[in-house]
């Protein structure tokens, strides 16, 4: 049974929450919106205990691509495939992924007034498109999920956003389209020249890497610039970071949690495609990318530290963190790498949590002004202790999970460029200036309005989600190693790639009674198990 569920597994988990999605359209709509989301909350509940077989047999010292699934899709000679499989870089992402999901629709129960069933079945759609972009190994593939997960986000914001969700949703679906065009122009290019280099035309990445490996440097450099461009404005680098405040602000309270997962999507393009498949080029602008990082890290920080508008910090607070995801994937070599991957990680989880807190500020005053609020400390303790809890992860405070992705990168990035790492330091003070600032001003500060004084308390279902997220931020930080030993293997051969400027080699592979077969793909497409 094992064996049959690690065949397919991927599979399954990618396409179980459109089932779901499926059912909840069925129901007729004046079934109550109740019905719908206990159907959203049982399939995310359900594809997260699924998920978890993916820890339990995945092999930790292994880089191939485990849990592999090939089936041919569009005709033979177009060498386009459905292809899947995770490595130890999207293990983790695919198991945070279906962990916020759960929490997505908890939020719903509350946040979400009107259309429930429509924004569950785009909700469904959306982790549905979040595992694909995870998982796919076939290039057409990806680039079909990649697309797909802007369109969920793009009703979420424009329906059930706040006033100024159309101007919002339209810079959002711009900058999106625009970045994808580049790739998609660049990845057909990169089709076409291993089709008339080999004879045999494929989109698998496995068989890509060594063609854009190979290339000569000037066309491997405009092809490096496309994908990292297309990657770049959705994670995004500085100074493609336009949309991010205006999404932030208007979006439904559901996103802004989901956030922390979606912006992953982004830095994993990165170190997919950007490094394995063009080392040479990776390397050369190398320096160049970790300036513009140093440059988000200090701008964030510092454009947050000036606003007052909660979600607006968030948005030039995540700024300004995920400048150091970019800063540890581009200084290639293991610790920063790992720093890199540790910090998605982190990041979802404490920008989660003060998105859960901030949202239930918003339920009381119905401002996202941070003067408006004070003196919960003693009307609302247990508020108080997760939201002290959130902004220690948030400034990376020993201990915590961030405390080692930011130490990991900080270290790596010392070893590869010194000074552009010394001044990415400011960034750490920086970014506790403006979080401490906000915990005073929330916790300890005066209370501007008398409805801050009553004790209203927490719902139960955020109580958990808390009571969760807490505790990864303990978690990663104290159990750092067990966790690592799960990516290590994977990240070491990315670095070899990054640092030695070769092909970025791998091999798909199921688990059978508990050792890896590998899967062999022949010339033809065709599949063979040995």
């Not at 429509?118 to 595992?131: H, Q, V, Y």
């Not at 389209?177 to 057909?188: F, H, K, P, Q, T």
């Not at 004084?453 to 997220?469: A, G, T």
């Amino acid at each position: 049974m094992a064996d049959f569920i690690s065949h397919y597994i991927l599979s399954i988990l990618i396409f179980f929450p459109l089932v779901a999605a499926g059912v909840i359209f069925l129901i007729p709509s004046k079934e109550t919106s109740q019905v719908h989301r206990n159907i959203a909350m049982i399939a995310v509940v359900v594809e997260f205990i699924l998920s978890l077989h993916l820890i339990r047999y995945f092999f930790s010292g292994s880089s191939f691509f485990q849990f592999a699934q090939f089936i041919p899709w569009l005709p033979k000679v177009t060498g386009v495939n459905y292809i899947v499989g995770v490595d130890g870089l999207s293990l983790s992402l695919v198991l945070l992924s279906t962990t916020f999901c759960m929490f997505g629709v908890m939020t719903s129960y509350t946040t979400i007034k009107v259309r429930s069933k429509a924004f569950l079945i785009l909700f469904l759609m959306l982790e549905s498109t979040i595992i694909g972009v995870f998982t796919s190994l076939d290039v057409v593939l990806f680039y079909v999920f990649w697309e797909a997960s802007l369109i969920p986000v793009y009703f979420m914001i424009g329906i059930w956003g706040g006033k100024q969700r159309i101007h919002a949703t339209l810079k959002f679906f711009i900058y999106g389209v625009a970045g994808s065009l580049l790739m998609l122009v660049a990845l057909i290019y990169l089709y076409y020249v291993h089709g008339k280099g080999t004879g045999i035309y494929s989109s698998n990445i496995l068989d890509l890497y060594s063609t854009a490996a190979n290339l000569p440097f000037p066309v491997q450099s405009w092809l490096f610039l496309a994908v990292t461009l297309s990657f770049g404005i959705k994670v995004p680098i500085f100074p493609f970071y336009s949309w991010l405040p205006d999404a932030y602000e208007q979006s439904p309270a559901i996103y802004t949690i989901m956030s922390g997962v979606i912006l992953k999507l982004a830095a994993y393009g990165l170190i997919r495609f950007s490094v394995c498949l063009f080392p040479q080029a990776a390397s050369h602008y190398a320096t160049a990318i970790m300036i513009l990082a140093v440059i988000g890290i200090l701008y964030g920080a510092l454009i947050a530290w000036q606003q007052t508008n909660i979600r607006r910090i968030m948005a030039f607070s995540s700024l300004s963190h995920l400048g150091f995801i970019v800063l540890g994937i581009f200084a290639f070599n293991q610790f920063s790498l790992q720093g890199a991957l540790y910090q998605m990680l982190n990041h979802a989880i404490t920008a989660g949590a003060l998105f859960i807190l901030f949202n239930f500020l918003y339920e009381r005053r119905k401002s996202f002004d941070i003067n408006d609020f004070g003196g919960l400390a003693s009307t609302m303790p247990w508020f108080s202790l997760f939201f002290i809890i959130a902004c220690m992860g948030a400034v990376a405070l020993p201990s915590t999970g961030s405390f080692v992705g930011e130490w990991l990168i900080l270290m790596g990035a010392f070893q590869a460029a010194p000074i552009i790492a010394s001044i990415a330091t400011l960034g750490v003070i920086l970014g506790a200036v403006y979080i401490l600032w906000i915990a005073y001003k929330v916790i300890f500060g005066t209370a501007k309005y008398s409805e801050n004084v009553h004790v209203v308390k927490l719902r139960n279902y955020e109580v958990f989600q808390l009571v969760v997220l807490s505790g990864f931020i303990f978690v990663l930080g104290f159990a750092a190693t067990p966790i690592m030993e799960h990516t290590q293997t994977t990240l070491l051969r990315i670095e070899k790639t990054a640092i030695q400027k070769i092909s970025y080699e791998s091999r798909l592979v199921q688990s059978v009674h508990g050792r890896l077969v590998p899967i062999q793909l022949s010339s033809d497409a065709a599949q063979g198990d040995k």
